[in-house]
C-alpha cells in the first residue's frame, strides 16, 4: 500500500506556442491541435497521464479566457468533467500561473502537494514518473521543489539544463540544483550530454501550496501581490474561476524557472527516464515524428 498523498495536478494550458506558427496560433494553440499517436490532443493526453485516482485529485486547469470552449471541448471528449479551471485574463507566463494555482489550493489546504505540467510535452513512460513521485512528495513534503530531469539523449539546444548538486539528506535518488542552464549553445550541450551530470529541464514541478507562495513571496513579490489582488477578486464558482483582470494585468511575464527556481534555496531535481520530450519548436516536432518512427505506438 502506498503511503502517499493524493496530488492535485495544475495543468498549465495557457500558451499560444508562437514558435510553431502558422500550426499553432492564439486562436488554435498547440495543446489543442497537435495530436498524440492515439489522436487525441496533447492537452487531453496530459489530463489523462493525471487521472489516476489512487495518485491524484482531480485537476486545475490554468488557461486563457479565450481557451474556454477549447478546454471544455477536450474535457468533454475524454469524459473529464470534474477539473477546475482557472481563467487568465492576460497571458503572463507560466510563474504567475503557478501562483494563482497555488492561492486556490491553499485556501483549503496549504499542505496541498501541486504537480505543475505543461500540457505541450510528450511522455513515453509515464509510468516512470509514477514511481518517482513518492520520493518527490517526501522531498516536496519537507519543504523543497522538486523538478524532473530527463537524462540528454542528444546534445539540444532547444532545451534548458539542469546541472544536478549533491544527494539531499535523508532523500534518496533526490539532489540540490546546482544550476539551471537556459538554452545552451551546440558546444556547451555537447559538453552537458559526456558529462553526465545534467539533465534536461522539464519545466514539471512538485511542490506544497504554501512553498509555492513562501518562495514567490521572497523572489517574486510583484506576481505573487497582484495575484492576491486578482485571486481575492475573481469572479466564478464551483469549477470555473475568473481572477480580476486590472490587478492580473500587473503581473510581470516571466517562467517560473527564471522568477523562483533560478534563486531558490530549495530546489531538488529527480532523473526520470520517462522518454520527454517538449514540443515546443519545428525542430523537437521533426525530432518526436523521426522517434516515433524508430519506436512505433
Request: proline fraction near 7%; charged fraction near 20%; hydrophobic fraction near 45%.
Amino acid at each position: 500500500m502506498r503511503e502517499v498523498a493524493r496530488i492535485t495536478p495544475v495543468v498549465l494550458a495557457g500558451g499560444r506556442g508562437e514558435r510553431l506558427w502558422p500550426l499553432s496560433t492564439a486562436q488554435h494553440p498547440k495543446q489543442f491541435t497537435l495530436k498524440a499517436p492515439t489522436g487525441r490532443s496533447l492537452f487531453q493526453e496530459t489530463i489523462l497521464r493525471v487521472a489516476d485516482c489512487h495518485w491524484f485529485e482531480p485537476p486545475v486547469v490554468i488557461t486563457n479566457r479565450s481557451y474556454k470552449a477549447s478546454v471544455a471541448r477536450e474535457l468533454h471528449a475524454i469524459d473529464h468533467p470534474h477539473a477546475t479551471v482557472i481563467y487568465e485574463p492576460h497571458a503572463r507566463n507560466t510563474a504567475p500561473a503557478i501562483a494563482l494555482a497555488a492561492l486556490h489550493l491553499a485556501e483549503h489546504d496549504p499542505h496541498a502537494i501541486m504537480l505543475v505540467v505543461p500540457s505541450d510535452h510528450h511522455i513515453d513512460a509515464p509510468e516512470k514518473l509514477l514511481e518517482a513521485l513518492p520520493m518527490a512528495v517526501r522531498a516536496a513534503s519537507e519543504g523543497y521543489i522538486v523538478t524532473f530531469a530527463m537524462r540528454p539523449t542528444a546534445p539540444e539546444t532547444g532545451y534548458g539544463y539542469i546541472k544536478k548538486g549533491e544527494v539531499l539528506k535523508g532523500l534518496a535518488s533526490v539532489h540540490g540544483i546546482a544550476q539551471f542552464i537556459e538554452k545552451p549553445d551546440a558546444a556547451n550541450a555537447q559538453t552537458f550530454m559526456a558529462h553526465g551530470g545534467y539533465g534536461w529541464n522539464s519545466g514539471m514541478f512538485l511542490m506544497r501550496a504554501a512553498t509555492a507562495l513562501d518562495e514567490a513571496r521572497q523572489h517574486a513579490p510583484k506576481i505573487l501581490a497582484a495575484c492576491k489582488h486578482a485571486h481575492v477578486n475573481r469572479t466564478g464558482e464551483g469549477t470555473a474561476f475568473y481572477p480580476e483582470a486590472q490587478a492580473f494585468e500587473q503581473c510581470p511575464s516571466i517562467a517560473f524557472d527564471r522568477a523562483v527556481m533560478e534563486h531558490t534555496k530549495h530546489g531538488a531535481v529527480i532523473d526520470v527516464a520517462m522518454g520527454w520530450r517538449d514540443l515546443g519548436s519545428w525542430e523537437a516536432l521533426a525530432a518526436h515524428a523521426m522517434h516515433l518512427k524508430n519506436h512505433p505506438v
